[in-house]
């Protein structure tokens, strides 16, 4: 089973930018796409963006043209850069093979304020 570790969260300012990281204890290279997910107290787990291995994206309404997905095979590794970041992005943010979920990690927390 593969293990994943997310990292990169904090606290930041509104108009901030974050990098989140997904470190996957397995190869990634085989994995069509890879997904961020967030969960905000009080609701539910929801997806926020997705990286496929042509580069094709995915980005939920609310982060488009905010964050951007990527990745590095090479590394096991998925990446998502958050620019210009809102309250309403505060949430633990968790990675994930899209689709056919693995073992979820613990998630990184984000939490913007001001």
């Known amino acids: 089973q593969v293990q994943l570790v997310e990292s990169g969260g904090g606290l930041v300012q509104p108009g901030g930018s974050l990098r989140l990281s997904c470190v996957a204890s397995g190869s990634i290279s085989s994995i069509a796409v890879l997904g961020w997910y967030r969960q905000a107290p009080g609701k539910q787990r929801e997806l926020v963006a997705t990286v496929a291995t042509g580069g094709a994206s995915y980005y939920t309404d609310s982060v488009k043209g905010r964050f951007t997905g990527s990745r590095d095979n090479a590394k096991n590794t998925w990446y998502l850069q958050m620019n210009s970041l809102k309250p309403e992005d505060t949430a633990v943010y968790y990675c994930?093979?899209?689709?056919?979920?693995?073992?979820w990690g613990r998630g990184t927390q984000v939490t913007v304020s001001s």
């Open positions: 994930n093979r899209f689709g056919n979920s693995y073992t």
